[in-house]
T-cell receptor, first 114, second 108 residues
Framework: DAGVTQSPTHLIKTRGQQVTLRCSPKSGHDTVSWYQQALGQGPQFIFQYYEEEERQRGNFPDRFSGHQFPNYSSELNVNALLLGDSALYLC?????????????FGPGTRLLVL | GQSLEQPSEVTAVEGAIVQINCTYQTSGFYGLSWYQQHDGGAPTFLSYNALDGLEETGRFSSFLSRSDSYGYLLLQELQMKDSASYFC?????????FGQGTELSVKP
C-alpha cells in the first residue's frame, strides 16, 4: 500500500519564477492538505482540497494556489516566488470520515529560492 | 488567537521515560495529535486524542485534558532512534495547527 508521494524531492528556483509541486495521496484517501515548513518551525497550513474544491485555506497570499484532480492527486502552485518561500512543502492526505480525520504526510519537496 | 506551546528541547538517556507537554489555545478543537519528524523527513503520525484520558500505543502514550487545554506525549524505554522532533497539533476543521516542535535528544 503506497503512502503519500510527492515530486520533485528538491527544487531550486530564482525570485519571480513560478513553481508547481505534485502530490499523490495514500490509497483510499480523498482529501489533500498542503503545508509549508520553514527550518526549525512547525508546518503551517496552506489549504485543503476535497472533491476538487478548496475546502479550507490558511493565511497565505493568492500567489499560492492549488488544484485537485478526479483521481484525488493534487498540485500546489506558487507564483512570483520570494526568497521567503524557501521551505519544505508537505502534502498530507486523509479520508474524510466524521471528526477523526488523521492526516498522513508525504516526504515533502524542499524548495530553495535564490 | 491560536497558539500551541511546547518545550523547544528535551534531553534524556536510553531506557528512560520522557514526557513532552503541550498547552493550546485555539478557537475550535477537534482533537490533539502528535507527530514525529526525523531531520527534514516526513512527519509521522503517532497518536490522536479527541476525548480526555490516556491513549497507549506500544512505548508511546498520549494524554489529553480538554478542561485544562493540555496534553502530553509520554515516551517509555527510550531508544537512540527516538531522537527526533515531536510536534503537537490541534485540528480545527480540516486543518492542523502545529506547535513549534520539541527536539528530543536521546543520549547513550
Amino acid at each position: 500500500d503506497a503512502g503519500v508521494t510527492q515530486s520533485p524531492t528538491h527544487l531550486i528556483k530564482t525570485r519571480g519564477q513560478q513553481v508547481t509541486l505534485r502530490c499523490s495521496p495514500k490509497s483510499g484517501h480523498d482529501t489533500v492538505s498542503w503545508y509549508q515548513q520553514a527550518l526549525g518551525q512547525g508546518p503551517q497550513f496552506i489549504f485543503q482540497y476535497y472533491e476538487e474544491e478548496e475546502r479550507q485555506r490558511g493565511n497565505f497570499p493568492d500567489r499560492f494556489s492549488g488544484h485537485q484532480f478526479p483521481n484525488y492527486s493534487s498540485e500546489l502552485n506558487v507564483n512570483a516566488l520570494l526568497l521567503g518561500d524557501s521551505a519544505l512543502y508537505l502534502c498530507a492526505s486523509s479520508l474524510a470520515i466524521g471528526l477523526q480525520e488523521t492526516q498522513y504526510f508525504g516526504p515533502g519537496t524542499r524548495l530553495l529560492v535564490l | 488567537g491560536q497558539s500551541l506551546e511546547q518545550p523547544s528541547e528535551v534531553t534524556a538517556v536510553e531506557g528512560a521515560i520522557v514526557q513532552i507537554n503541550c498547552t493550546y489555545q485555539t478557537s475550535g478543537f477537534y482533537g490533539l495529535s502528535w507527530y514525529q519528524q526525523h531531520d527534514g523527513g516526513a512527519p509521522t503520525f503517532l497518536s490522536y486524542n479527541a476525548l480526555d484520558g490516556l491513549e497507549e500505543t506500544g512505548r508511546f502514550s498520549s494524554f489529553l485534558s480538554r478542561s485544562d487545554s493540555y496534553g502530553y506525549l509520554l515516551l517509555q524505554e527510550l531508544q537512540m532512534k527516538d531522537s527526533a522532533s515531536y510536534f503537537c497539533a490541534v485540528r480545527e476543521g480540516g486543518k492542523l495547527i502545529f506547535g513549534q516542535g520539541t527536539e528530543l535528544s536521546v543520549k547513550p
